[in-house]
């Protein structure tokens, strides 16, 4: 009785894991390779004539460029959780304010997040507000409306929000590293910038690899930011938002179904080539 014990606990979350999972994942796979609008009771197979649209339609691709914005926002994003982390791991005036700051966007609704930052860029708005307080409301234009900044506001606002995400997990990576290696270093005449370069990078190296293949993932994925800010107006559409509208717009479930086949390998490749390029070192602190 024991022995079956564990398996009765992972018994509901595999069965939740597989019908909400597996089930719709398998779906998909079959949608793609047939004609369906979504609404007729029949579904007719064409083979790979969904994946052949998309390889042939270049514009149904043009759109993963604007994942760069994001990508480049990720980096951003990941390089200034490091440095609040390894900052506050010390000890540090508020350091628990800071904290709470920093994590505190992660915890709002994505929805929530878009129609504050909606206001925020909007003319007039915030931002432009700040910018005339300190004298450089000559700066101000349109954030959401000029194609040429449109995308840097978005991944603005990506980065605030997840910012706290890979702030969470760096602090506790620095916080499980032996203290005695930060006296040992002291005792050496080792600074701040010196512990961290051969103590902390060293030490959360597979966290740090493993948040750029959350951002890539999340990068090339990127969907409720852009489609409440602006619905994909102005080149801010995404693939996922090209995907969600040929889908719910032009009712073409079938090769929107394919499109999220294809981002979804994309993102294993990506994900893959992430690995084999900078693969996890077991890294032995003692």
């Known amino acids: 009785m024991r022995r079956l014990t564990p398996y009765a606990f992972l ?8 019908v909400f999972t597996y089930i719709p994942v398998a779906n998909m796979f079959w949608y793609s390779v047939t004609d369906w609008d979504g609404l007729s009771p029949t579904k007719e197979f064409v083979g790979p004539a969904n994946y052949v649209e998309i390889f042939t339609r270049p514009e149904l691709f043009g759109v993963l460029k604007v994942s760069l914005y994001y990508v480049a926002g990720s980096v951003v994003q990941i390089l200034l959780a490091l440095y609040f982390a390894a900052v506050l791991s010390f000890s540090t005036w508020f350091r628990n304010v800071y904290k ?149 717009k032009y009712y073409k479930f079938g090769l929107a179904s394919a499109m999220a086949v294809v981002l979804l390998v994309i993102i294993l490749i990506v994900t893959w080539l992430q690995r084999r390029i900078a693969p996890d070192e077991k890294v032995t602190l003692s």
């Open 11 to 18: 018994s509901v979350p595999l069965l939740f894991l597989i």
């Open 100 to 248: 709470g700051f920093i994590f505190f966007p992660y915890l709002i609704n994505g929805v929530a997040i878009g129609m504050i930052f909606l206001f925020f860029f909007q003319p007039g708005g915030t931002l432009d507000s700040a910018l005339g307080a300190v004298g450089l409301g000559g700066a101000s234009q349109q954030w959401l409306g000029d194609p040429a900044v449109v995308n840097y506001s978005l991944a603005g606002t990506s980065v605030w929000r997840y910012l706290g995400l890979n702030f969470v997990l760096f602090l506790g990576a620095i916080q499980s590293i032996p203290p005695h290696l930060y006296e040992a270093a002291e005792l050496d005449g080792a600074g701040r910038w010196a512990q961290f370069r051969w103590i902390i990078l060293p030490g959360i190296r597979p966290v740090v690899g493993l948040s750029f293949i959350l951002a890539v993932s999340g990068s090339l994925s990127v969907f409720e930011i852009p489609f409440i800010m602006t619905g994909g107006a102005n080149e801010s559409e995404t693939f996922v938002i090209q995907t969600v509208n040929m889908a719910f």
